[in-house]
């Protein structure tokens, strides 16, 4: 076995025995943790353990969206405040995506090369120097879109780590802020007014942002 793919292996092993290792000390349902409020609640039975029990949870997140992304950031803005909350959660979440990005990475660009010979092909051959960071960040912007898969095909491409990275922080942190304080208004103010306002911004703010920086990440013409 090459040494990327032993690497890749061991990645992949280390997150089931995590997951392995949070059932088995406190068993759960995927429908119990899939609320704000159930999230809170499995977080809490951890104790003393529970903040880096919470932390953990969000980096397999980022790589096994199992729970949803809101939920996530909702629930650590009620358990840590706003200020914790985001930090965790932005740790966390590029903390993962950097995981699968890395595992992507050992894979090889020439692997993807050889077994796709099409569009995808040509879209992730773009990805690439401050392109690839403008395609990123616009990806990160759009919350339907997956953020795994934004992770799996920059680590395919030839784009730099870093670059992937400040992209990722750049376009995620806005997301994480807004549901932070959703969760945090919704549960400790009842700010419901607040809530409706945060989430007309994270609806309508992207979109706004993505159509400004069309220009920069359209495949034709020169590169910006």
Same mark, same amino acid.
């Given at each position: 076995?090459?040494?990327?793919?032993?690497?890749?292996?061991?990645?992949?092993?280390? =997150? /089931?025995?995590?997951? !392995?290792?949070?059932? @088995?000390?406190?068993? #759960? %349902?995927?429908?119990? &943790?899939?609320? $704000?409020?159930?999230?809170?609640?499995?977080?809490?039975?951890?104790?003393?353990?529970?903040?880096?029990?919470?932390?953990?949870?969000?980096?397999?997140?980022?790589?096994?969206?199992?729970?949803?992304? =809101? /939920?996530?950031?909702? !629930?650590?803005?009620? @358990?840590?405040?706003? #200020? %914790?909350?985001?930090? &965790?959660?932005? $740790?966390?979440?590029?903390?993962?995506?950097?995981?699968?990005?890395?595992?992507?990475?050992?894979?090889?660009?020439?692997?993807?090369?050889?077994?796709?010979?099409?569009?995808?092909?040509?879209?992730?051959?773009?990805?690439?120097?401050?392109?690839?960071?403008?395609?990123?960040?616009?990806?990160?912007?759009?919350?339907?879109?997956?953020?795994?898969?934004?992770?799996?095909?920059?680590?395919?491409?030839?784009?730099?780590?870093?670059?992937?990275?400040?992209?990722?922080?750049?376009?995620?942190?806005?997301?994480?802020?807004?549901?932070?304080?959703?969760?945090?208004?919704?549960?400790?103010?009842?700010?419901?007014?607040?809530?409706?306002?945060?989430?007309?911004?994270?609806?309508?703010?992207?979109?706004?942002?993505?159509?400004?920086?069309?220009?920069?990440?359209?495949?034709?013409?020169?590169?910006?």
């Amino acid at each position: 076995m090459k040494r990327n793919n032993k690497e890749l292996l061991i990645i992949l092993l280390l =997150l /089931i025995l995590t997951l !392995a290792g949070f059932y @088995l000390y406190r068993p #759960f %349902k995927l429908e119990e &943790i899939s609320t $704000v409020a159930g999230f809170v609640r499995y977080a809490e039975s951890f104790g003393a353990v529970m903040p880096v029990s919470a932390f953990l949870i969000t980096v397999i997140q980022a790589v096994v969206p199992a729970v949803p992304f =809101l /939920i996530i950031s909702s !629930a650590n803005g009620v @358990l840590f405040g706003f #200020f %914790k909350g985001v930090i &965790i959660t932005w $740790v966390g979440t590029l903390a993962g995506a950097s995981l699968t990005f890395l595992a992507s990475r050992r894979l090889g660009y020439e692997g993807v090369r050889y077994k796709n010979k099409g569009n995808i092909l040509r879209y992730i051959e773009k990805m690439k120097g401050t392109r690839g960071f403008w395609v990123i960040l616009a990806l990160r912007l759009l919350p339907y879109f997956p953020a795994p898969l934004v992770n799996i095909a920059a680590g395919a491409s030839r784009i730099n780590y870093l670059w992937f990275l400040l992209a990722s922080a750049l376009g995620k942190l806005p997301f994480i802020i807004g549901y932070t304080i959703l969760g945090y208004s919704l549960v400790h103010s009842k700010n419901y007014m607040l809530g409706l306002v945060v989430v007309t911004l994270l609806v309508i703010g992207p979109y706004l942002i993505v159509k400004k920086t069309r220009g920069r990440v359209s495949f034709q013409g020169k590169q910006h």
